[in-house]
């Protein structure tokens, strides 16, 4: 039975009418994931704890959730009780967690099955999944290409069709952009909508977990379950949790969509351009009216950003330092000596460069220049979509201003070239909005991808926006061929 | 030239929480290394902070009794360095916006009582432990302190003299203890300093440089090391240089102050608020409930004693000053009912055996049923007032109840008259020539006399019997 580019939805109907069960449908999903091994999607496999999970629900088939049996892959930022965690580091190459992270755990406490952990950018700082100490995953679309970043392994795992799903983690892009590179829909909750305990902190106050999935619908069933308060993260949002599937088919006659003056679409390629204005129709076609808004801030939110998040990164990572966990040089002559060899060896170029900018913008004499200054201009940015969302229901961008890149062309001189990358995704991550990548057709054969910004705690709105649009198009059912990868 | 000292303490006090400020593990004193220890504690990646209001309520507790600004938001910091036993490399403490805010705190040094304003008192966790002794090559970790809240108390630079810092450590001693906001106890750790000392011409407004001697917990030592520092800089200043900035250590061993880092190598601690954490709000109705369950301070409890137990201004002073000792005297007189000798025992005997042992009545082996046992013993007259003492030793050593020790030593005081008189009788027929004396007006022999009996008696003889008998026997 074939189950590749399958999304949740049709595997539930395969399920339930029993085409398949749930030990075959595990066994497929392994089978892909070792097919398509050369994308290098995964850093650990779950085959034995989850082949048994899939038996023994087999055998107990009791569980009503939509997502009972249904395999699962989850970003290796996500710590798993006796599952390796590494956030693709050398440092935490050795890492195995005594516990589960809220978000994964509910997903398997409503019967999913986790396969294995993927591949990301080294404690998700990347755009390319290029920072990866286990090697670059790439493009199932185009080999040699980069699925994006950081959750480039869920993003490439889910667009090749090995599982209908998987979790990643938003910093500034991280799931919107390598779902928008890989064709696949991804989404980035409200700050706070899902519990940050047991995922592996880059930065604190912008990380927000998420689905990758291959449609809104798929995205809408995971986010039900991983949603909700959580007493163990106290900056988790104690309000409602909708049925965001329930509402998702709503009309949306009237839907009052914001276009970012300041984002000046004139500079980017005429092809992702073209793209963005077929768009708009579509959703003229549904009802929905355009309205121009300005976001006079929005400009500084790169370097507010590359302000804000390294300085959370610098300290956040302080704690892998070779003493308790992870891993630890040899021959060190003392504590200070054991701290530079471990944390040297351990950690990649990229993830030194943010530590080393974290700890300058917070350091003495810089605090009030840089940090300080960051988070009140973040302010203002909040303050502007605040003041934006009371004439408009969501602001259309796209999610990243070009397509999928050759690994090694972007950011090797240059690493500002790459944080570009992050333009539009991240905003939202500043102010704590939700957003949604959806693809929305191709340029040059590869993915191009659509945001969409809700208000605040707005997931149901976005995802049913998003879920309109893919019952009114195609490009969601997009698959790539795979040929140079099996 | 003439010097004057300026001293500002920092006072570390560890709150009596059940459970750590950020995690749910125990804060017991004493396990096993390493086992009051969560994932929170150890700093494993993917954990997150969540607050122990508790703690809140002890600082706010304290906040009121000092009288100071109470912040009911106040947020965390990060405090960023890197040590072995600092599991995550930094500290979340408060910083910008301190729990507790201004106040001031009474002293008595000698004569003379001071007011010392507080700057300000904010809550942080605790750090682990080092070990470097116990392992040939390697240090330890034991990371059950970590976590543990600490209520940091930041002192003006108001204090003039090491007297007057004990002084000041006396005063916060008895507040924590009293509002149970710590145990305070110092061996522990649970109380102890940082003084930031300097010197500078009398009469000079400008603060001289100033050093800081980290961790002192014992009054001893602060006293020790502050008049260490004094000497030292003082001795800088008169060869007419000048005084480095720096943190130093007191030696207990060799009574020196020596240092620890000075300031161009100190820490940048790149503080910025802890994103983990929301701002802490404490509601109106919080801060009601803790007006409302507030403790007895000492002063009030002065005036209770005196109306309820009718005993003296001065005992009941005394009593009140230590909680310990209050608390003991409250509990020991539901079950005496003699107060005044109570009063008398506490204040005397057991204050004089708990000073020179240098603990607290609940540390000993003094139990609030055998001391009331004792007290009753002596007022139904079952012991004389010096067997009191004999019995109380042995109380001390072995913590059996007196009534064990009065049984099996046979010490129950004779009171019985003709057993007195016999051995009266007998005293007066031993000794004729001191009886002659005593007639012929030499009055001191009555001590004698009264020696013999209890000689005879083995001190158990009632004191007031065998004056009367001997009395009459002598006329």
């Not at chain 2, 204090?159 to 810092?165: P, V």
């Not at chain 2, 000048?242 to 940048?268: H, I």
Request: aromatic letters at 8%; charged letters at 25%; hydrophobic letters at 35%.
């Amino acid at each position: 039975m074939n189950i590749q580019f399958k999304s949740i939805i049709e595997l539930r109907e395969m399920l339930d009418n029993k085409s398949i069960s749930i030990t075959e449908l595990t066994q497929e999903s392994f089978l892909l994931a070792k097919k398509y091994d050369e994308l290098n999607c995964f850093v650990t496999m779950n085959e034995e704890v989850g082949q048994k999970k899939a038996d023994a629900a087999d055998s107990n088939n009791k569980n009503s959730s939509m997502l009972f049996g249904i395999p699962l892959a989850q970003k290796d930022l996500f710590c798993t009780e006796n599952l390796r965690t590494t956030c693709s580091s050398k440092i935490l190459s050795n890492f195995i967690p005594p516990y589960t992270a809220t978000a994964v755990k509910k997903l398997e406490d409503a019967g999913s099955i986790t396969i294995g952990k993927t591949n990301m950018d080294e404690f998700a700082m990347g755009s390319s999944n290029e920072t990866s100490f286990f090697g670059n995953v790439h493009n199932p679309w185009k080999k040699g290409y980069v699925p994006g970043g950081s959750s480039g392994g869920s993003a490439a795992a889910v667009a090749a069709g090995i599982v209908p799903a998987a979790t990643g983690t938003d910093t500034g892009g991280s799931i919107r952009q390598p779902a928008a590179h890989c064709g696949i829909t991804g989404l980035k909750p409200t700050y706070g909508r899902v519990s940050r305990w047991g995922m592996i902190a880059f930065a604190s106050s912008l990380d927000q977990a998420g689905p990758l999935a291959r449609t809104a619908e798929d995205c809408a069933i995971l986010l039900n379950s991983m949603s909700g308060y959580d007493s163990k993260d106290t900056t988790s949002l104690n309000s409602d949790v909708p049925d965001f599937l329930a509402n998702i088919n709503q009309p949306i006659d009237g839907l009052k969509i914001g276009i970012i003056k300041e984002f000046n679409l004139s500079d980017l390629d005429s092809e992702v351009q073209a793209r963005f204005e077929e768009s708009k129709k579509t959703y003229e076609k549904l009802g929905a009216k355009f309205i121009e808004v300005s976001l006079p801030n929005i400009s500084a939110s790169v370097p507010t950003y590359y302000s804000i998040a390294p300085a959370e990164c610098s300290s956040n990572l302080s704690r892998f330092d070779g003493v308790r966990f992870g891993h630890r040089a040899k021959n060190t002559t003392d504590l200070n000596d054991l701290y530079i060899k471990s944390r040297s060896e351990g950690f990649g170029d990229e993830v030194k460069r943010r530590i080393l900018i974290g700890t300058y913008a917070l350091s003495a004499g810089y605090y009030d220049a840089y940090y300080k200054k960051a988070q009140q201009v973040r302010r203002l940015i909040k303050n502007d979509f605040d003041q934006v969302f009371q004439s408009v229901d969501v602001l259309m961008t796209p999610t990243s201003p070009n397509t999928a890149f050759e690994f090694g062309s972007k950011g090797t001189q240059n690493p500002v070239e790459l944080y570009l990358e992050d333009l539009f995704t991240i905003s939202s991550n500043l102010a704590g909005l939700p957003a949604i990548s959806i693809p929305h057709g191709q340029v040059n054969s590869l993915p191009v991808g659509l945001q969409l910004i809700g208000n605040f705690l707005k997931e149901d709105q976005l995802l049913n926006t998003a879920h309109l649009f893919q019952k009114n198009s195609d490009f969601h059912l997009a698959q790539p061929s795979l040929e140079d990868f099996s | 030239m003439s010097w004057e000292t300026v001293i500002g303490l920092e006072t570390h006090v560890q709150l009596s929480t059940k459970t750590k400020l950020f995690s749910r593990a125990s804060t017991a004193f004493g396990a096993s290394p390493n086992t009051n220890v969560n994932l929170i504690d150890c700093g494993l990646p993917g954990v997150l902070p969540s607050v122990n209001k508790e703690a809140f309520y002890k600082a706010i507790r304290f906040g009121m009794a000092i009288d100071a600004q109470i912040n009911q938001v106040s947020i965390f910091d990060r405090k960023n360095y890197f040590y072995a036993d600092l599991p995550k490399g930094y500290q979340i403490t408060q910083m910008d916006l301190p729990i507790v805010l201004g106040g001031s705190i009474n002293i008595v040094s000698g004569e003379t009582t001071k007011t010392i304003n507080i700057t300000r008192a904010h809550l942080e966790e605790d750090a682990g432990k080092s070990i470097h002794d116990e392992y040939d090559g390697y240090s330890a970790i034991d990371l059950n302190r970590a976590g543990t809240p600490l209520l940091e108390i930041v002192s003006e630079p108001e204090i003039s003299s090491a007297k007057e810092a004990v002084a000041y450590m006396k005063a916060m001693h008895q507040l924590v203890t009293y509002l149970d906001v710590s145990d305070g106890n110092m061996a522990q750790g649970s109380l102890r300093c940082d003084a930031n000392v300097s010197i500078r011409k009398k009469g000079d407004k400008d603060l001289g440089t100033r050093t800081e001697i980290k961790n002192i917990n014992s009054f001893k030592f602060i006293e020790k090391a502050i008049n260490f520092e004094i000497k030292r800089q003082i001795k800088i200043l008169e060869k007419g240089e000048t005084v480095t900035q720096e943190t130093r250590l007191y030696d207990s061993s060799k009574d020196e102050t020596r240092s620890m880092r000075s300031k161009e190598f100190a820490n940048d601690y790149r503080y910025f608020p802890e994103p983990d954490l929301l701002p802490v709000v404490i509601s109106d109705e919080e801060i009601k409930r803790i007006k409302d369950e507030f403790p007895e301070l000492p002063s009030e409890k002065e005036m209770r004693y005196q109306q309820d137990f009718k005993i003296s201004a001065y005992d009941a002073q005394i009593i009140a000053s230590s909680k310990s000792m209050a608390d003991f005297f409250e509990a020991a007189a539901e079950q005496t009912g003699n107060y005044n000798l109570l009063a008398n025992w506490l204040i005397g005997e057991i204050s004089a055996y708990l000073n020179k042992e240098l603990i607290e009545i609940n540390e000993s082996k003094l139990s609030i049923a055998n001391v009331a046992i004792l007290i009753n013993r002596i007022d139904d007259q079952t012991i004389s007032g010096k067997i009191g003492k004999a019995i109380f030793e042995e109380m001390c050593i072995s913590g059996i109840s007196p009534d064990e020790i009065i049984e099996s030593q046979g010490l129950k005081q004779i009171s019985d008259d003709g057993a007195i008189e016999e051995i009266i009788n007998s005293v007066i027929n031993d000794n004729p020539a001191q009886v002659e004396a005593y007639r012929g007006g030499k009055d001191k022999l009555f001590g004698f006399f009264v020696g013999q009996v209890m000689k005879l008696t083995q001190g158990k003889a009632n004191p007031k019997t065998v004056n009367a008998i001997l009395n009459e026997k002598l006329k």
